[in-house]
């Protein structure tokens, strides 16, 4: 029996198997990858590798066994058909009869259009039979704290989320969530609505980043039109920088704070505080 993780290289797959390696022995974990080379420090700790492709469902052929519990990390290429992406996961993983799978989804309060994938992923592991949680992940720090080099250059945070709150939390809280699933008992057939312990405002955090930066730094609310307008304007992709704005527009109705305590309660802990995160961001 595995514990296997797809999307192992990537942001959060890589803080599920790091922190997998503290709970139980590495030849018990396997990293689904698709470039062998970037998870070369994971394979020099023990861990077996698999190369595979979401998008290849051949080279998930025979990657499963029976009783394998597996994390499926939802993949980021929103271009070419996610749904269909977890699908072929989902597939083999019935085929080979593991006995969990997880995957990563988002709240069930998010409307946005980054949402419907996610529904959709959900419909499909729920009606496939394989025993399955559901991880409704929330927003990430290193969604902002990741991007404080424009923040910093111009004294702004700009955002098209009005006074919304965002209870988010770090990645490496998230991938204990997920740890914790693959190596506890009594979670077969649940869904976890996962958030920070507290909702913070962006004119909360731009407060936050003045106060240890020591420079002024505001919050600009602009309209989504506008946000739009800005991302793309950075380089970022028409379709992505609507998908982001529309994750705002959520953020300002209030789709973004997750009030369950689920996160805190499956890690045994507090999650990260957004001040904690901003000062590990600005130590870099």
Request: aromatic fraction near 6%; proline fraction near 4%.
């Amino acid at each position: 029996m595995s514990i296997v993780v797809t999307g192992a290289t990537g942001h959060l797959g890589r803080h599920v198997v790091q922190q997998l390696l503290e709970k139980v022995p590495a030849d018990r974990i396997t990293a689904v990858v698709r470039d062998r080379d970037r998870a070369a420090d994971l394979a020099a700790r023990g861990v077996r590798l698999a190369v595979a492709d979401y998008n290849a469902p051949e080279t998930f052929d025979g990657l499963f066994a029976a009783g394998d519990r597996v994390l499926l990390v939802s993949g980021n290429e929103f271009d070419k058909g996610r749904v269909g992406q977890h699908t072929v996961v989902i597939d083999a993983a019935k085929k080979a009869g593991v006995a969990l799978l997880a995957y990563t989804s988002a709240p069930s309060s998010l409307t946005a259009a980054l949402a419907d994938d996610h529904r959709a992923t959900e419909e499909v592991l729920v009606g496939s039979g394989v025993p399955y949680v559901l991880l409704r992940n929330g927003w990430y720090h290193e969604n902002y704290t990741e991007q404080l080099a424009p923040v910093l250059e111009h004294g702004a945070v700009v955002q098209a989320a009005g006074e919304g709150r965002v209870s988010s939390a770090s990645r490496a809280d998230y991938a204990a969530a997920a740890v914790a699933v693959l190596t506890g008992e009594g979670h077969e057939n649940k869904a976890y609505e996962l958030g920070g312990d507290e909702a913070w405002s962006f004119a909360e955090y731009a407060a936050e980043l003045s106060r240890q930066t020591g420079r002024e730094i505001a919050y600009t609310p602009v309209s989504t039109e506008a946000y739009t307008g800005i991302l793309t304007g950075a380089g970022v992709p028409a379709p992505l920088a609507e998908v982001f704005a529309g994750v705002d527009a959520a953020i300002e109705k209030g789709e973004l704070v997750v009030s369950t305590g689920d996160l805190s309660r499956l890690t045994g802990r507090p999650t990260t505080p957004l001040p904690e995160a901003v000062a590990a961001a600005l130590k870099g």
